[in-house]
């Protein structure tokens, strides 16, 4: 593969570019990990023939990044172009997306963009999530309402759409719709009908491929090829890969039979880095990467990154420049013949490939998540964790295997005056401090057993870098328990005949509490005896015996309506298996009190009760 500048068609011109509107296709894939794509030379099992015949028919981004280590917020940034803390998407946590906020649709749209969206959204609230959802109903902030004319949203085999799979409009859109095949092979089809019915216009298509995000799942005929000796989960993650790179060959070939290819600007993009063993393994691997899934090393937010457009952007060409998946909208926007709007955070990429301006995009690239924050330049990554910090030499053999905070502290300075005036323009402007537990645990995996180093304002937080003091830390900075319960994003104590559940800053109003080690048959019912002076939704979340993580199908909730006296509310729980963890959020109602807390199995079986009024006081 070539590097960028060896061969290079003649450059594109600002004029041609407004007046030859390209259809233009983001392909996001889920938790997929930068070992996993053929092109990489990273991992010998991955075979990913049609993405990469992609980055030999363009360009393979080595330094390509999105702007944060997990789904939510990734995707807020890469749908507007614009740094997500700017509109408080900043985590999982905080949706919806605001529909005061320019999607990459509605800002197509004046050109003359007809958009559509299949597949994962993310970007509406969830009985976990902060915000409540929308008084005009549980469609309010998908993508009909964000500027897509037509969409198949939803990650697996349940979505709502505007149209079917054959591309007829549904009388009554939206709809939910359901399809037994696995969840590739739907969005592909689904994507299909999008561009065959929009061929003779310029079109704005967003893939969201629900691919290797757990669940996992062993589709045929991908998985019968994978390599019997691997484990089931690297196994299960290769098939899943395999149906989405063979769905995006279908995407390619029907593009060309269209005559659309060379007037079709396409990008595949992961979303984040994949999770790996103090994650929930999905199979997918980050190597040679440091780090994973909710982490600002590379191994959290370096990930595939390919972008292709015959006959206008240079073939099988190696990019080594930073990019970011903000840099979409920004690109797409000026093809479409639109005026810059300064409030993007991305770059039109487009000179930079055709070899019309020389040196890189971008002069840094910021990140701010949870406990950590982080800015990069060309060379250098300075990274904060809590108080302490890292800086690391990317282009040396070790990376981000070696804190090189003594010995280059003019560096250091430098990029943390420019992270702090970037920060500075963002609400609420100061930087996280308070260390993150599961931060903790995943730098001291990653980070503090490769042998680097932390600055001695953090070092005491190093100490005991093994798995075991990481989760004894991570338990002491989430709080004691009481009877098993643990809270993450709020405190417990017992006081006056009650499990009292307190916000844990200023300003917080949800959080959870968590239970494992169970063994309650499904389906489940959670009852609780609680007084609630303010409205809440109160939901649960569960895992059944054999999976690794919470999935977002797994939720039930109920509103309750706020009141002095105790209440008693029922939530039921169609859940199939053996349920072996728990977690009880209180989205926008805490603080609460529980005095009785039931986990009623079917039949009875496994049913546990936690009595908060017999119980001693105990303080945290």
């Not at 990429?349 to 990069?376: C, I, N, Y």
Request: include cysteine.
């Amino acid at each position: 593969m070539l590097t960028l500048g060896l061969v290079i068609p003649a450059p594109v011109t600002a004029a041609e570019e407004a007046t030859d509107k390209p259809n233009v296709i983001l392909i996001y894939s889920d938790d997929h990990g930068w070992a996993d794509l053929g092109a990489q030379g990273s991992d010998a099992d991955i075979r990913t023939p049609h993405l990469d015949q992609l980055a030999k028919d363009g360009i393979r981004f080595t330094k390509g990044y999105v702007s944060a280590p997990q789904c939510v917020p990734s995707r807020a940034g890469v749908i507007t172009g614009r740094y997500q803390q700017r509109f408080g998407v900043e985590d999982n946590l905080k949706v919806p997306l605001p529909l005061a906020e320019l999607t990459i649709a509605e800002r197509l749209k004046p050109a003359g963009y007809v958009s559509g969206q299949v597949g994962k959204w993310h970007l509406e609230p969830t009985p976990r999530s902060d915000g409540k959802r929308d008084a005009a109903g549980e469609f309010a902030y998908l993508p009909g309402a964000q500027g897509f004319d037509a969409y198949y949203c939803g990650p697996m085999n349940s979505f709502v759409a505007s149209h079917d799979l054959k591309g007829n409009r549904l009388a009554k859109a939206p709809q939910r719709l359901s399809d037994p095949r696995f969840r590739c092979v739907w969005q592909t089809d689904a994507a299909i009908s999008f561009v065959e019915r929009h061929r003779a216009q310029p079109f704005f298509l967003y893939l969201a491929y629900y691919t290797p995000h757990v669940p996992l799942e062993s589709p045929e005929p991908w998985f019968s090829r994978t390599p019997a000796h691997l484990p089931k989960e690297r196994r299960q993650a290769l098939a899943m890969i395999a149906a989405m790179d063979d769905g995006i060959g279908r995407l390619r070939a029907r593009l060309r039979e269209l005559g659309l290819e060379q007037r079709t600007l396409l990008f595949f993009i992961g979303d984040n880095g994949a999770p790996l063993k103090d994650g929930a393994w999905n199979g997918s691997l980050n190597t040679p990467l440091i780090g994973e899934k909710g982490m600002l090393t590379d191994g959290g937010v370096r990930t595939p990154f390919v972008a292709a457009w015959p006959g206008r952007l240079p073939a099988g060409v190696r990019y080594e420049r930073p990019v970011i998946a903000l840099d979409v909208a920004a690109t797409a926007v000026t093809l479409a013949g639109l005026p810059h709007d300064p409030a993007l955070d991305g770059v039109n990429l487009m000179p930079f490939l055709t070899g019309e301006k020389t040196g890189a995009p971008h002069d840094v690239l910021f990140w701010r998540w949870r406990s950590q924050a982080a800015v990069r330049d060309d060379r250098w990554k300075l990274i904060w964790l809590g108080s302490q910090k890292f800086l690391f030499d990317l282009e040396s053999a070790e990376g981000e295997g070696k804190n090189r905070l003594a010995e280059q502290p003019e560096v250091a300075a430098r990029l943390e005056r420019q992270l702090l005036a970037w920060n500075a323009t963002l609400p609420p402007p100061g930087l996280p401090r308070e260390l993150n537990a599961q931060d903790q645990i995943f730098f001291d995996a990653h980070v503090t057993k490769t042998g680097a180093t932390v600055s001695k304002r953090g070092a005491n937080a190093e100490k005991g870098g093994s798995r075991k003091a990481a989760k004894a830390k991570a338990a002491a900075a989430a709080g004691p328990g009481v009877e098993g319960w643990v809270g993450r994003n709020c405190t417990l104590a017992l006081a006056g005949g009650a499990l009292r559940v307190s916000p844990d800053g200023a300003g917080a109003r949800s959080g959870f509490i968590t239970q494992t080690g169970l063994s309650v048959a499904g389906p489940v019912t959670l009852a609780l005896k609680l007084r609630a002076p303010q409205d809440a939704r109160v939901s649960l979340a569960w895992r059944t015996e054999g999976e690794r993580d919470f999935v977002p199908e797994h939720v039930a909730a109920i509103d309750v309506a706020g009141r002095e006296g105790w209440q008693e509310i029922a939530v039921p729980a169609a859940a199939s298996g053996k349920v072996i963890h728990v977690r009880v959020q209180f989205v926008a109602g805490l603080p609460v009190e529980i005095a009785r807390l039931e986990l009623r199995g079917a039949g009875g079986a496994g049913t546990r009760v936690w009595d908060f009024s017999a119980a001693s006081p105990r303080q945290p």
